[in-house]
């Protein structure tokens, strides 16, 4: 009885290892197909979008009588050229050649005259340039464009030049979702920041793996009624800050700090999502300095209550090393630091979820 009994136990276990088996094998498979569908909508979005850029150029170059066309590199904000800007001129260039209504420059032969003629590629054009560029062509029409980042899409935004005039005759525009294909052309692998991180050791090829802590390290000094110049190195404690957006009036920050004469320190890495300018604004009383990427951006060491901004261009997906210092004299206290990301058009105080730690 008792060999019976192993036996069956055996049987029931064997049983339920398969049905585990199968049902892995089955979830697995579901979530390849998912995959698979996600990947094909993306796909299917682009070209939705290239297709009706396309149609606006094609509707507005037919109603001017244009026929013979240039497109050239399409660049951010900034002026700057990106590898999704040249994807989306040699998108451009095959659909409107597929039409058979228009002949359009190949990309390789465009720059290369443009070089020989010393004469820039990037869409950043103007009346004269217009001009110059068709004749030395022998197109009767440029498109150029730009490119825009938003938090879930990319606007793209084209203007078609008239090469005898110089002026614009037509603009067209499309929005295109951001999918991981999209965001690999413009150089950005993930949209919100790991804070962990691994160090591999070139010598003993080991593997360490860094923990950060969300926020900035803040260090808080009592200071004389003397305000140096430089914050000492002791500070009076340390802790972690999420964010920096305080507004203390006329109290205290903490309850070893006094509400008059202190100073801070905060320390740590700012995640950049997307490449691009992005704008740093700080509201202080008083004093404040500002590095981003060991650079000094803001610099107000002043007795007085006021907003402070700065630009600087940043590659995104990345963490970058950033410090501000604040001190306060008398009277009422405060430190907001805020940003307005690429895309965006708004001030706003900077998530804990870009600030980490050690």
Known sequence: ????????????????????????????????????????????????????????????????????????????LDGKTMNFGKYIAEELITRLYRTKKFYVIERQLLNKVLEEHKLTSTGLIDENSAKELGKILGVDAIASGTITELTNSVKVNSRLFSTETGSIFAVASSEIPKSSDVRKLLGVTSVYPNTNTSDINENTKSVTTINYQSGLKAEYFNLPPNIPNSLP????????????????????????????????????????????????????????????????????WTHERRSDAADIYLTGDKWYPIKIEHFESTITACASLRWIPVGENILQVISSKFFRTK
């Open 1 to 76: 009885m008792k060999t019976y009994s192993i036996i069956i136990q055996f049987i029931i276990l064997l049983f339920i290892s398969c049905s585990a088996t199968k049902e892995i094998e089955t979830k697995s498979e579901s979530e390849t197909l998912r995959e698979v569908e996600t990947n094909s909508q993306e796909e299917k979005n682009i070209d939705n979008a290239l297709d009706d850029l396309t149609n606006q150029i094609v509707t507005s170059l037919s109603e001017e009588k244009k026929s013979r066309l240039a497109i050239l590199e399409f660049v951010d």
């Open 233 to 300: 190195d002791n500070p009076t404690f340390t802790r972690i800050d999420k964010s920096i957006d305080f507004e203390w009036d006329y109290q205290s920050p903490a309850s070893n700090i006094t509400a008059d004469y202190f100073g801070i320190r905060w320390t740590g890495e700012i995640f950049i999502p997307i490449t691009g300018t992005y704008r740093f604004d700080i509201l202080a009383d008083n004093g404040i300095r500002l590095w981003i990427d060991e650079k000094l951006i803001i610099n107000r």
